[in-house]
């Protein structure tokens, strides 16, 4: 089955700052990569999402790049903020399968005045 | 338009004791998904429903644990003879479709507790 594996665990940023998430996967046949955050007592919120027909998706501060061959993908935020503090989880899906997500681990993001 | 409605938002239970965790997907939505989060864990899928039918459950465990999703009403996981094992947050998804690149809307979870 599919394994996604996210790093870093932790990442504290300055306001302003950028930071980058990086996820692995292991299923050649994923071909949907979305990226959730995840507010302390909350649901996870689907922020962006990439199609393995991409290699890179922007949505105002938010971007997130794939690699197909290298089965890499990162989230990149730019311009930091305060509300950008939260857990991110990156996940894997192969729609031609299944339709259950694989998640990462998460990333415990905090932006610091 | 209401999202993914999820109670009771907090649930005790002692050891032996039954759980019943429920789901209103989203209007319109007939796919619904239900994962479980353990403290500093991402989601691990459990089970995927679609009305009356159980599609996928290759997540859920063999014993104790069981789904469903009714022609009327919410989902329903229900978990038997709790144990401190199953103290997670439980979260469910749910779609218009099940393939695709339909997104999944979340829930604000159960978080269940066992005493």
């Known amino acids: 089955g599919e394994n996604v594996e996210q790093h870093p665990s932790t990442l504290s940023v300055q306001e302003g700052d950028s930071a980058v998430i990086k996820c692995t996967y292991s299923?050649?046949?994923?071909?949907?990569f979305p990226w959730y955050k995840q507010e302390l007592g909350k649901g996870p919120q689907l922020i962006i999402d990439?199609?393995?027909?991409?290699g890179e998706k922007k949505d105002q501060r938010i971007a997130v790049t794939l690699n197909k061959t290298a089965k890499h993908f990162s989230l990149h935020i730019t311009e930091t903020q305060p509300e950008d503090s939260a857990v991110y989880f990156c996940?894997?899906?192969?729609?031609?399968?299944?339709?259950?997500?694989?998640f990462g681990t998460g990333t415990r993001l905090q932006v610091t005045l | 338009n209401a999202g993914v409605m999820q109670n009771p938002r907090h649930l005790v239970r002692r050891r032996g004791q039954e759980a019943r965790l429920r789901c209103s997907p989203m209007?319109?939505?007939?796919?619904v998904y239900w994962y479980r989060q353990l403290p500093e864990e991402g989601l691990k899928f459990m089970v995927y429903?679609?009305?009356?039918?159980?599609?996928?459950e290759s997540g859920m465990p063999k014993e104790r644990f069981s789904a469903e999703f009714p022609k009327e009403g919410p989902s329903i996981l229900r978990i038997q003879q709790v144990v401190r094992g199953d103290s997670a947050a439980y979260f469910c998804?749910?779609?218009?479709?099940?393939?695709?690149?339909?997104?999944?809307?979340f829930g604000p979870g159960t978080r269940l507790t066992v005493l």
């Open positions: 998804a749910s779609s218009t479709g099940g393939g695709g690149y339909n997104e999944q809307f």
């Open positions: 299923d050649s046949a994923s071909n949907y």
């Open positions: 990439i199609r393995s027909n991409v």
């Open positions: 996940a894997a899906r192969a729609t031609g399968t299944a339709s259950k997500l694989t």
């Open positions: 209007k319109g939505h007939s796919h």
């Open positions: 429903l679609q009305k009356e039918n159980i599609i996928d």
